[in-house]
Every structure is written in C-alpha cells, then in structure tokens.
C-alpha cells in the first residue's frame, strides 16, 4: 500500500516521454488499484521458515552505530529510559522507494535517510522508511533512526525471556532468535551480519559492557559516563549485546595477547571466580581444537536477569545469567566459532549452533577425564529419553515449530550427527573437517547443505547417506549400524 503512490511518482518524474508515461501512470494506476505494485518496496522479511518478520528484504547492513543512553529508574517507581539513535549503513541490493527495519516497542521520534528526514509509519515489529527519494539499486546509504522508552522484554516461542532485561542495578540485553528488536532498530535476521559501535551513557557508577573492544570510558560533564565498543568483525545481530550495571571488572590478555574482559555482579563474583580464571585455558583449548579465534577480544558478562534467563554467545563476550560451570562456558567459547563466526543462514540452521557447542561439551569432558565422546554418544542412545523426553521427537535439522530451535533435539542429537560423522572419518579426519569448516565459512553464514556438502568433498571415500538421511533429516530414533573400517 504505501508504495504505490510513491512509484508513480518517480516514474512521472524520470520517464521523458510524455505519452509513454500517460500510459505507463495509467497502467501504474491500475496495477495500484487492483492490488498493487510493490515492486520497489524492500520485504518485511527475508522469508525464514520459523521467522517470517525477522530480517528484511531489498537491502544489505554493513554497520551500525548506536548511541545509547540509559536510566535504570529507581525504587520510586521511575521507569527505565532508553534514548538512543541508530545510525545504519547499508546498501540498496534493488532500488528502494521504502524499506523496513524491526523494532518492537519504544517511540520513533526522527528519521532521516542520507541526512534527509524520510516518512515512516509501524505496524507490528516492522518500522517502514520512506525516504524523500527512492534510493537506486547498488546505492550506499545512512539510515537514522531516533528512539526513546522502556525497552520491552520478549517471550521467545518457547516461552524463554529475551530483548531487554532489567537487572536490580541496571539492565541485560539478549538476542536469540528475535530480542534485538526490543534495543535497536536494524535487519535482524542472522543472515545480514554487520560491524558495530556501541556507545553506551549510563549515570556515574554504572558500567556498561558490549561486544568488542572497550575504545573509550569518559565523563560526560554532567554525571554521567560513555562507555564506547567496537567490533569490527561481521557480527549477526542476536549475538549483540549490552549490559548495564555495577560490575567487578577484570582486565587481562591470554597468552597469545588478546584481551579479555570480564564484568561480573558483584553477587556472582565467589561463586565465578573458579570457572572464570579458566577462561585462558579453555579458550587455548577451543582453539587446538576449532583452529583460529575469530574475534579480537574474549571475556565474560555474569549478571542476574530479574527474569530467569539464558546464557548466550554474545560475540566475543558471552552473558551468563549467574554463575557458570565450566562445561557452560566452554559451551558459550565454541559458539564463538559456530554460530557467531560460521552463522546460520536461516533459523533452521540452528542445530548447526547447537550441535558443535555441545559436543564441544562433550570434547572438553573427554579432556578432563570424565565420559569419552562415545560414551557420552552411547548412552544418549540406549537411555537419551530419561533425561530428555523428546530427544526423538524430531530431526535436527527439520524442528517442527518455533518454539523448537532450541529443543533437544538440535543440541544433543545435533551433537550426535557430528560424532557420527567422527564415527565414519576417524580422527585425523574429523579434526581436519571441524577446523576446516570454520575456517571455510569464517566471519560468514552456512546452511546444513553447505555442511553436508562440505563434509562430503572433505571426505571422498566415505558414504554419508544414511548420517543425513536417518540423523540428521530422519524422523523417530535412528538405527545405530556400525560404520565401516
Ligand atoms: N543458544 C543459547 C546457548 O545455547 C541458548 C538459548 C538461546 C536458548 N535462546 C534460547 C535456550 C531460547 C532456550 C530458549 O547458549
Ligand atoms: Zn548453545
């Protein structure tokens, strides 16, 4: 609908001549009327089979840049206020008389495309933009967007707390799949990744932490202080986070040279501190065996979400919602490679997420002396189903619904292909496929049939037929037949 009165308005502008555009405004007006043409105006989703909303269509984002201010509100029954600006970088992949970005909740106050204040409207998570010339295919622009309020909390499809979390001193922002949304504007789809800057004022005392590196903490002159970060590396937008509050924070570098940063509640500090000073350690670890780090800075936030929350890998700064154990953290670290560098194209994808981070659960075990893979294989096998009913229920890479993507299924039996696969090529092999892959996809997105693909030129001689088939696209429990050789 609101496209149409804009197209024929360019079209009278840019056709020369003038009988052939009296048709071409007649026919336009008629393709308006029954049913409209939408042609130049960007999608309201990219189309995920378990998101539809999520993402846009008709542009790519190459870089945000937030500038945030909060106040936490207080015990008198203030609200919190969020006052920001987003400014977007991205590029018109058609041309473009409006285009949409998600946000849910909050009041839009300004925007601007390319300095110039451009129309919008909302409905639902979707802000439409129309900017005051339709942007050409191929085209470079700036898209502003000024925004205040109380940043909304959302329940997941599965019934998890996600967006914005208000903590006793301040407040937790988590993404996965959809709770960006509910802090900034943007295409939040994990298959347009982005580079960053998040600056962050929040009232003297408070620290605020995001992804990346900390660039600059300064007074404001008026109480308060910015705290500014960067991530340079292609991030998805799920894996963006802030925290604000009073945080323990330590600074150190692990042997290699890259920074770490670690801000914890001070409630969760003794109850941290072990799990947290293995950091070095495992990240060195993930590393022998995932290859690389793919990111400039590592740490850990552990704060307490008012609401019960989840850890998550927010790039290369995962949030625990309270004290870890060492199996959650080494867990977050492997996401650092799968799912945050090597990013799934669609939400379908997410076993590819899940899969590697718990069977890095299960390596790590190994290491430690506890359960061998194969043990840990095995008895998810002959006794899965006592502790997770519905192990079986689907296919990894198939979830039935929404509110599935983060059900067993896609983590254990996610975590089962992977060792099938391991089964079937034997060790050397397996290490060489596992590094190989991240490193093929690094700092970009993959789809189960770019891994199946993957493992099967990696691996010649084998037959994977039934891995796919039966573990990773089969209904019900698959039959366990022994791998050759
Ligand atoms: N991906 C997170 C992890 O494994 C967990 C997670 C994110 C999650 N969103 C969720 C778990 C929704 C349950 C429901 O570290
Ligand atoms: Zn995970």
Redesign the pocket.
């Known amino acids: 609908m609101v496209s149409c009165p804009r197209r024929i308005a360019d079209v009278s502008r840019s056709v020369r001549s003038v009988p052939a555009a009296a048709a071409c405004l007649a026919l336009l007006l008629t393709a308006c009327s029954g049913g409209g043409d939408h042609s130049t105006g960007g999608a309201s989703g990219v189309g995920d089979p378990y998101f539809p909303k999520a993402g846009n269509g008709g542009y790519d984002v190459s870089h945000y840049g937030l500038t945030l201010a909060y106040a936490p509100g207080d015990s008198s029954g203030d609200s919190p206020l969020l006052t920001a600006t987003a400014a977007i970088t991205a590029r018109a992949e058609q041309e473009l008389s409006s285009f949409q970005l998600d946000l849910t909740g909050l009041d839009v106050t300004e925007v601007t495309v390319g300095g110039d204040r451009a129309r919008w409207s909302r409905t639902g998570q979707e802000l439409v933009v129309r900017p005051a010339d339709t942007l050409p295919k191929g085209e470079t622009f700036e898209v502003r967007v000024r925004y205040s309020g109380s940043p909304e909390t959302i329940t997941?499809p599965?019934?998890?707390k996600?967006g914005w979390l208000r903590t006793a001193d301040g407040a937790l922002a988590?993404g996965?799949?959809t709770g960006s949304m509910a802090w900034f504007p943007g295409n939040h789809h994990p298959g347009d990744k982005a580079s960053y800057d998040i600056a962050v004022t929040v009232p003297k005392g408070l620290t605020a932490v995001s992804n990346g590196e900390l660039r600059s903490e300064k007074p404001t002159g008026d109480g308060r202080t910015t705290f500014t970060w960067h991530t340079a590396e292609p991030m998805a937008s799920y894996a963006a986070t802030v925290a604000i509050g009073r945080y323990i924070v330590t600074r150190s570098a692990t042997e290699e040279g890259l920074p770490v940063y670690v801000a914890v509640d001070p409630s969760q500090t003794a109850a941290s501190r072990a799990v947290l000073a293995r950091l070095p350690e495992a990240m060195e670890w993930a590393e022998y065996n995932f290859g690389p780090y793919p990111f400039s800075s590592t740490g850990a936030i552990v704060d307490r979400p008012e609401d019960s929350a989840?850890?998550?890998?927010t790039q290369s700064r995962?949030v625990y919602p309270g004290a870890p154990d060492t199996v959650?953290l080494v867990?977050?670290l492997a996401?650092q490679w799968f799912?945050d560098s090597v990013t799934p194209k669609t939400w379908r994808d997410m076993w590819l997420?899940?899969g590697f981070?718990t069977y890095a659960e299960w390596l790590w075990t190994e290491d430690e002396g506890g359960a061998t893979a194969e043990q840990t294989f095995t008895d998810l096998y002959d006794n899965g189903e006592e502790e997770y009913e519905d192990l079986w229920e689907f296919p990894p890479a198939r979830p039935t619904t929404a509110a599935q993507?983060?059900a067993p299924p896609v983590?254990q039996r996610g975590a089962m292909v992977i060792h099938r696969i391991r089964q079937t090529v034997g060790d050397d092999a397996f290490y060489d496929i596992v590094q190989g892959w991240a490193a093929a996809h690094r700092h970009g997105n993959a789809s189960t049939d770019d891994f199946t693909a993957y493992v099967e030129r990696a691996a010649p001689d084998e037959d994977f037929t039934s891995i796919w088939s039966d573990w990773l696209y089969g209904s019900g429990k698959p039959e366990l037949t022994q791998p050759e050789g």
């Open positions: 997941d599965d019934g998890s996600e988590l996965e799949p989840y850890a998550l890998e995962p959650t867990h977050e996401h799912g997420n899940e981070a993507i983060s983590y």
